[in-house]
Protein backbone atom coordinates (compact mmCIF):
# COMPACT_ATOMS: atom_id res chain seq x y z
CA UNK A 1 0.00 0.00 0.00
CA UNK A 2 1.15 3.81 -0.73
CA UNK A 3 0.63 5.73 2.54
CA UNK A 4 0.44 9.49 2.10
CA UNK A 5 1.61 12.04 4.49
CA UNK A 6 0.79 15.89 3.59
CA UNK A 7 1.97 18.96 5.31
CA UNK A 8 -0.67 19.54 7.58
CA UNK A 9 -1.99 23.06 6.71
CA UNK A 10 -4.80 24.62 9.43
CA UNK A 11 -3.13 27.70 10.81
CA UNK A 12 -0.38 27.32 13.33
CA UNK A 13 -0.47 23.28 13.04
CA UNK A 14 2.52 21.93 13.40
CA UNK A 15 2.55 18.88 13.72
CA UNK A 16 3.32 16.05 11.45
CA UNK A 17 1.45 12.33 11.35
CA UNK A 18 4.28 10.38 11.30
CA UNK A 19 7.23 10.18 12.41
CA UNK A 20 10.66 9.13 10.64
CA UNK A 21 10.90 5.57 12.91
CA UNK A 22 6.90 5.16 11.65
CA UNK A 23 7.78 5.62 8.28
CA UNK A 24 10.84 2.82 8.80
CA UNK A 25 8.38 0.12 10.15
CA UNK A 26 6.32 0.36 7.11
CA UNK A 27 8.72 0.47 4.81
CA UNK A 28 9.64 -2.83 6.58
CA UNK A 29 6.60 -3.94 5.95
CA UNK A 30 6.76 -3.93 2.08
CA UNK A 31 4.91 -0.69 1.85
CA UNK A 32 5.75 2.88 0.04
CA UNK A 33 5.53 6.22 2.45
CA UNK A 34 5.26 9.59 0.42
CA UNK A 35 5.97 12.32 2.49
CA UNK A 36 5.17 16.18 1.21
CA UNK A 37 8.34 18.16 1.23
CA UNK A 38 9.02 19.74 4.79
CA UNK A 39 6.39 17.80 6.06
CA UNK A 40 7.98 17.05 9.46
CA UNK A 41 10.46 19.99 9.67
CA UNK A 42 8.33 22.67 12.37
CA UNK A 43 8.37 18.90 14.88
CA UNK A 44 12.17 18.64 14.49
CA UNK A 45 11.99 16.45 11.77
CA UNK A 46 14.24 16.91 8.22
CA UNK A 47 13.74 15.66 4.69
CA UNK A 48 17.19 13.56 4.94
CA UNK A 49 15.56 11.61 8.36
CA UNK A 50 12.43 10.28 6.45
CA UNK A 51 14.69 9.68 3.46
CA UNK A 52 17.13 7.51 5.46
CA UNK A 53 14.19 5.43 6.77
CA UNK A 54 12.85 4.78 3.41
CA UNK A 55 10.73 7.53 2.27
CA UNK A 56 9.96 9.42 -0.71
CA UNK A 57 9.67 13.14 -0.79
CA UNK A 58 7.12 14.63 -2.93
CA UNK A 59 6.84 18.32 -3.42
CA UNK A 60 3.17 19.08 -3.50
CA UNK A 61 -0.31 18.27 -1.32
CA UNK A 62 -1.77 17.45 -4.98
CA UNK A 63 0.90 14.58 -5.47
CA UNK A 64 0.44 13.12 -2.05
CA UNK A 65 -3.43 12.82 -2.64
CA UNK A 66 -3.49 11.50 -6.31
CA UNK A 67 -0.70 8.77 -5.48
CA UNK A 68 -1.85 7.71 -1.85
CA UNK A 69 -3.92 4.67 -1.13
CA UNK A 70 -4.22 6.04 2.45
CA UNK A 71 -3.72 9.76 3.86
CA UNK A 72 -2.29 9.74 7.47
CA UNK A 73 -2.89 12.75 8.95
CA UNK A 74 -2.85 14.84 12.09
CA UNK A 75 -6.48 16.86 11.91
CA UNK A 76 -9.16 17.49 10.28
CA UNK A 77 -8.80 17.97 6.05
CA UNK A 78 -8.91 22.01 5.61
CA UNK A 79 -10.82 23.60 2.39
CA UNK A 80 -8.06 23.65 -0.04
CA UNK A 81 -7.47 19.42 0.33
CA UNK A 82 -11.32 18.18 0.67
CA UNK A 83 -11.37 18.16 -3.64
CA UNK A 84 -8.39 16.10 -3.51
CA UNK A 85 -9.80 13.51 -1.63
CA UNK A 86 -10.54 10.68 -4.00
CA UNK A 87 -13.34 8.07 -4.10
CA UNK A 88 -12.40 5.06 -1.85
CA UNK A 89 -9.04 6.69 -0.63
CA UNK A 90 -8.66 6.10 3.13
CA UNK A 91 -7.95 8.91 5.38
CA UNK A 92 -6.87 8.08 8.62
CA UNK A 93 -6.69 11.39 10.78
CA UNK A 94 -8.60 13.51 13.70
CA UNK A 95 -11.91 14.65 11.88
CA UNK A 96 -14.13 15.95 14.76
CA UNK A 97 -17.42 15.46 12.62
CA UNK A 98 -19.29 16.75 15.44
CA UNK A 99 -18.21 20.58 15.32
CA UNK A 100 -18.54 20.89 11.58
CA UNK A 101 -21.64 19.84 9.51
CA UNK A 102 -19.68 21.30 6.54
CA UNK A 103 -16.84 18.85 6.71
CA UNK A 104 -19.24 16.10 7.09
CA UNK A 105 -21.02 16.82 3.93
CA UNK A 106 -17.64 17.56 2.33
CA UNK A 107 -16.69 14.14 3.25
CA UNK A 108 -19.81 12.16 2.62
CA UNK A 109 -19.93 13.80 -1.00
CA UNK A 110 -16.13 12.58 -1.71
CA UNK A 111 -17.11 8.92 -0.84
CA UNK A 112 -13.48 8.49 0.97
CA UNK A 113 -13.18 5.74 3.83
CA UNK A 114 -13.14 8.10 6.91
CA UNK A 115 -11.34 6.71 9.74
CA UNK A 116 -11.58 8.91 12.63
CA UNK A 117 -8.22 8.83 15.61
CA UNK A 118 -11.26 9.81 18.59
CA UNK A 119 -13.70 7.52 17.91
CA UNK A 120 -11.52 4.61 18.22
CA UNK A 121 -12.67 2.98 21.49
CA UNK A 122 -11.28 -0.76 22.86
CA UNK A 123 -13.70 -2.97 24.64
CA UNK A 124 -12.90 -1.18 27.57
CA UNK A 125 -14.03 1.89 26.47
CA UNK A 126 -10.88 3.81 26.53
CA UNK A 127 -9.68 5.73 23.30
CA UNK A 128 -6.13 5.16 22.56
CA UNK A 129 -5.60 7.28 19.65
CA UNK A 130 -7.22 10.23 21.66
CA UNK A 131 -5.73 9.59 24.63
CA UNK A 132 -2.30 10.77 23.83
CA UNK A 133 -3.70 14.34 22.79
CA UNK A 134 -5.78 14.52 25.39
CA UNK A 135 -3.28 14.34 27.98
CA UNK A 136 -0.91 16.68 26.46
CA UNK A 137 -4.21 19.17 25.68
CA UNK A 138 -5.30 18.68 29.66
CA UNK A 139 -1.27 19.96 30.67
CA UNK A 140 -1.35 22.73 27.82
CA UNK A 141 -5.08 24.11 29.41
CA UNK A 142 -3.09 24.80 32.88
CA UNK A 143 0.21 26.11 31.24
CA UNK A 144 -1.63 28.43 28.79
CA UNK A 145 -4.30 29.25 31.76
CA UNK A 146 -1.67 30.52 33.85
CA UNK A 147 -0.51 32.73 31.45
CA UNK A 148 -3.56 34.47 30.88
CA UNK A 149 -3.93 35.21 34.22
CA UNK A 150 -1.52 37.65 33.79
CA UNK A 151 -2.24 41.32 34.12
CA UNK A 152 -0.58 41.57 30.45
CA UNK A 153 -2.30 39.13 29.25
CA UNK A 154 -5.60 40.75 29.92
CA UNK A 155 -6.43 38.53 33.09
CA UNK A 156 -6.99 39.32 37.04
CA UNK A 157 -3.24 39.42 37.76
CA UNK A 158 -3.41 36.21 39.92
CA UNK A 159 -0.66 33.52 39.93
CA UNK A 160 -2.07 29.91 40.11
CA UNK A 161 0.25 28.79 43.48
CA UNK A 162 -0.08 32.33 45.47
CA UNK A 163 2.91 32.98 47.30
CA UNK A 164 3.93 33.35 51.39
CA UNK A 165 0.27 34.79 53.66
CA UNK A 166 -1.57 34.94 50.24
CA UNK A 167 -4.37 32.23 48.91
CA UNK A 168 -4.07 30.13 45.66
CA UNK A 169 -6.07 30.79 42.60
CA UNK A 170 -8.82 28.71 41.89
CA UNK A 171 -8.85 26.20 39.37
CA UNK A 172 -12.21 24.58 38.55
CA UNK A 173 -12.74 21.61 36.02
CA UNK A 174 -15.35 20.59 34.64
CA UNK A 175 -15.03 16.84 33.25
CA UNK A 176 -12.52 13.87 35.01
CA UNK A 177 -11.70 11.68 31.87
CA UNK A 178 -8.46 12.21 30.67
CA UNK A 179 -8.36 15.83 29.80
CA UNK A 180 -9.21 16.50 32.90
CA UNK A 181 -7.67 14.15 35.41
CA UNK A 182 -3.68 15.74 33.59
CA UNK A 183 -5.37 19.07 33.94
CA UNK A 184 -5.92 18.61 37.76
CA UNK A 185 -2.85 16.83 38.05
CA UNK A 186 -0.68 19.81 37.10
CA UNK A 187 -3.12 22.57 38.62
CA UNK A 188 -2.84 20.32 42.01
CA UNK A 189 0.97 20.39 41.55
CA UNK A 190 1.08 24.25 40.83
CA UNK A 191 -0.43 24.61 44.50
CA UNK A 192 -3.73 26.27 43.16
CA UNK A 193 -7.10 25.31 44.92
CA UNK A 194 -8.54 22.75 42.25
CA UNK A 195 -12.61 21.97 42.13
CA UNK A 196 -12.87 18.74 39.77
CA UNK A 197 -16.74 17.92 38.55
CA UNK A 198 -17.69 14.69 36.94
CA UNK A 199 -20.83 12.59 36.21
CA UNK A 200 -19.30 9.49 36.93
CA UNK A 201 -19.41 8.73 40.48
CA UNK A 202 -17.04 5.79 40.39
CA UNK A 203 -14.60 8.37 38.50
CA UNK A 204 -15.11 10.90 41.62
CA UNK A 205 -14.05 8.15 43.67
CA UNK A 206 -10.43 7.40 41.96
CA UNK A 207 -9.65 10.84 41.78
CA UNK A 208 -10.49 11.60 45.78
CA UNK A 209 -8.15 8.39 45.73
CA UNK A 210 -4.93 9.73 43.48
CA UNK A 211 -5.12 13.94 43.81
CA UNK A 212 -3.44 15.45 46.72
CA UNK A 213 -5.73 17.06 49.43
CA UNK A 214 -6.06 20.93 47.68
CA UNK A 215 -7.95 19.29 45.40
CA UNK A 216 -12.07 18.68 45.68
CA UNK A 217 -14.02 16.29 43.56
CA UNK A 218 -17.74 17.31 43.07
CA UNK A 219 -20.69 16.15 41.33
CA UNK A 220 -21.33 17.39 38.11
CA UNK A 221 -24.47 19.70 37.60
CA UNK A 222 -25.71 23.23 37.05
CA UNK A 223 -26.01 23.87 40.83
CA UNK A 224 -22.62 23.03 41.58
CA UNK A 225 -21.11 24.34 38.38
CA UNK A 226 -22.67 27.62 39.38
CA UNK A 227 -22.29 27.90 42.55
CA UNK A 228 -18.33 27.52 41.69
CA UNK A 229 -17.91 30.02 39.18
CA UNK A 230 -17.70 33.24 41.60
CA UNK A 231 -14.90 31.65 43.05
CA UNK A 232 -12.88 30.69 40.13
CA UNK A 233 -9.75 32.09 38.50
CA UNK A 234 -9.38 29.75 36.38
CA UNK A 235 -11.98 27.53 34.36
CA UNK A 236 -11.30 24.77 32.45
CA UNK A 237 -13.89 22.98 29.72
CA UNK A 238 -12.57 18.85 29.79
CA UNK A 239 -16.01 17.38 28.87
CA UNK A 240 -16.11 14.52 26.27
CA UNK A 241 -19.26 12.81 24.89
CA UNK A 242 -17.69 10.37 21.80
CA UNK A 243 -17.87 11.04 18.42
CA UNK A 244 -20.78 13.74 19.68
CA UNK A 245 -20.88 17.51 20.03
CA UNK A 246 -20.16 18.28 23.36
CA UNK A 247 -23.10 19.43 26.27
CA UNK A 248 -23.29 23.49 26.92
CA UNK A 249 -22.93 23.42 30.61
CA UNK A 250 -21.96 26.99 30.79
CA UNK A 251 -24.18 29.35 29.82
CA UNK A 252 -23.65 33.21 28.53
CA UNK A 253 -25.80 34.44 31.39
CA UNK A 254 -23.74 32.53 34.11
CA UNK A 255 -20.73 34.16 32.80
CA UNK A 256 -21.93 37.11 34.80
CA UNK A 257 -20.98 34.74 38.05
CA UNK A 258 -17.48 34.93 37.10
CA UNK A 259 -14.85 37.62 37.96
CA UNK A 260 -13.60 40.18 35.95
CA UNK A 261 -10.38 38.96 34.49
CA UNK A 262 -11.27 35.13 35.36
CA UNK A 263 -10.26 32.76 32.39
CA UNK A 264 -11.89 30.18 30.54
CA UNK A 265 -9.59 27.87 28.79
CA UNK A 266 -12.34 25.28 27.20
CA UNK A 267 -10.58 22.41 25.42
CA UNK A 268 -13.70 20.77 24.14
CA UNK A 269 -14.02 23.15 21.59
CA UNK A 270 -12.95 21.14 18.76
CA UNK A 271 -16.42 19.16 19.82
CA UNK A 272 -18.03 22.42 19.84
CA UNK A 273 -17.24 23.48 23.05
CA UNK A 274 -18.65 22.95 26.62
CA UNK A 275 -19.49 26.55 27.23
CA UNK A 276 -21.92 28.82 25.43
CA UNK A 277 -19.50 31.63 24.40
CA UNK A 278 -16.37 28.99 23.51
CA UNK A 279 -15.51 30.02 19.40
CA UNK A 280 -12.20 28.09 17.79
CA UNK A 281 -9.40 30.19 18.13
CA UNK A 282 -6.16 29.61 16.43
CA UNK A 283 -2.11 29.88 18.17
CA UNK A 284 -1.72 33.34 16.54
CA UNK A 285 -4.69 34.78 18.14
CA UNK A 286 -6.02 32.74 21.00
CA UNK A 287 -7.94 34.94 23.07
CA UNK A 288 -11.02 37.11 23.67
CA UNK A 289 -13.41 38.84 26.04
CA UNK A 290 -16.97 38.38 26.85
CA UNK A 291 -18.52 40.07 29.81
CA UNK A 292 -14.89 40.96 30.76
CA UNK A 293 -14.09 36.57 31.05
CA UNK A 294 -10.81 36.01 28.60
CA UNK A 295 -11.69 33.19 26.90
CA UNK A 296 -8.92 31.10 25.45
CA UNK A 297 -10.47 28.33 22.58
CA UNK A 298 -7.46 27.36 20.53
CA UNK A 299 -8.94 23.84 19.25
CA UNK A 300 -5.66 22.36 18.55
CA UNK A 301 -3.42 22.82 21.56
CA UNK A 302 -1.17 20.35 21.35
CA UNK A 303 0.17 21.74 18.01
CA UNK A 304 2.46 24.25 20.35
CA UNK A 305 4.64 21.38 21.35
CA UNK A 306 4.88 19.40 17.74
CA UNK A 307 8.12 17.30 18.70
CA UNK A 308 6.21 16.24 21.68
CA UNK A 309 2.61 15.99 20.49
CA UNK A 310 3.70 13.98 17.18
CA UNK A 311 5.93 11.52 18.77
CA UNK A 312 3.03 10.79 21.31
CA UNK A 313 0.42 10.69 18.16
CA UNK A 314 2.81 8.43 15.94
CA UNK A 315 3.38 5.83 18.58
CA UNK A 316 -0.13 5.22 19.21
CA UNK A 317 -1.02 5.33 15.45
CA UNK A 318 1.27 3.08 13.89
CA UNK A 319 -0.07 -0.37 15.06
CA UNK A 320 -3.44 0.87 13.54
CA UNK A 321 -1.17 2.01 10.24
CA UNK A 322 0.25 -0.85 9.74
CA UNK A 323 -2.89 -3.17 10.21
CA UNK A 324 -4.46 -1.19 7.55
CA UNK A 325 -1.91 -1.17 5.01
CA UNK A 326 -1.01 -4.91 5.30
CA UNK A 327 -4.70 -6.39 5.42
CA UNK A 328 -6.85 -3.33 3.83
CA UNK A 329 -9.44 -2.04 6.03
CA UNK A 330 -11.98 -4.32 5.82
CA UNK A 331 -10.15 -7.44 7.17
CA UNK A 332 -8.11 -5.07 9.63
CA UNK A 333 -12.08 -3.95 10.98
CA UNK A 334 -13.46 -7.12 10.70
CA UNK A 335 -10.53 -8.23 13.23
CA UNK A 336 -10.10 -5.22 15.30
CA UNK A 337 -13.28 -3.84 16.91
CA UNK A 338 -11.59 -0.80 18.32
CA UNK A 339 -11.17 0.05 14.07
CA UNK A 340 -14.82 -0.69 13.78
CA UNK A 341 -15.63 2.24 16.00
CA UNK A 342 -13.11 4.94 14.37
CA UNK A 343 -15.02 3.96 11.10
CA UNK A 344 -16.79 7.06 10.64
CA UNK A 345 -17.76 7.33 6.93
CA UNK A 346 -18.05 5.13 4.38
CA UNK A 347 -18.20 6.17 0.62
CA UNK A 348 -21.20 8.31 1.74
CA UNK A 349 -22.65 6.47 3.99
CA UNK A 350 -22.52 7.52 7.63
CA UNK A 351 -21.06 4.66 10.04
CA UNK A 352 -21.00 6.33 13.48
CA UNK A 353 -24.33 6.54 15.23
CA UNK A 354 -23.36 10.34 16.94
CA UNK A 355 -22.96 11.87 13.36
CA UNK A 356 -26.08 10.58 11.52
CA UNK A 357 -27.99 11.48 14.62
CA UNK A 358 -26.35 14.84 14.57
CA UNK A 359 -26.95 15.96 11.35
CA UNK A 360 -29.89 13.70 10.22
CA UNK A 361 -27.75 11.56 8.60
CA UNK A 362 -29.04 7.82 7.86
CA UNK A 363 -27.28 5.41 10.08
CA UNK A 364 -25.39 2.95 8.02
CA UNK A 365 -24.21 -0.21 11.00
CA UNK A 366 -20.59 -1.12 10.17
CA UNK A 367 -21.71 -4.46 9.82
CA UNK A 368 -23.37 -4.01 6.74
CA UNK A 369 -20.22 -2.48 4.74
CA UNK A 370 -18.42 -5.52 6.30
CA UNK A 371 -20.99 -8.19 4.93
Do not use: W
Not at 134 to 160: D, F, M, P, Y
Not at 326 to 334: D, E, F, N, V
Request: charged residues 20%; proline residues 5%.
Amino acid sequence: MVVGVPVEIKENENRVSMTPYAVHTLVNDGHEVLIQDSAGVKSGFSNDEYKKNGARIVGTLDEVYQQSDMIVKVKEPQEAELSKIRESQIVFTYFHFAASKELTDSIVSSKCVAIAYETVQTENKNLPLLVPMSEIAGRLSVHNGAKCLESNQGGRGVLLSGSTGIEPATVTIIGGGIVGSNACKLAAGLGAKVNILDVNVQKLQYLSDVMPPNVTTLFSDSHNIERLLPQTDLLIGAVLIVGSKAPNLVSREMLGKMKKGSVIIDVAVDQGGCVETCKPTTHANPTYFVDDVLHYCVANMPGAVPYTSTMALSNSTIPYIRSIAKHGYKKSIAANKSLQYGLNIHKGDVTHPAVADLFDYDYTPVKEILS
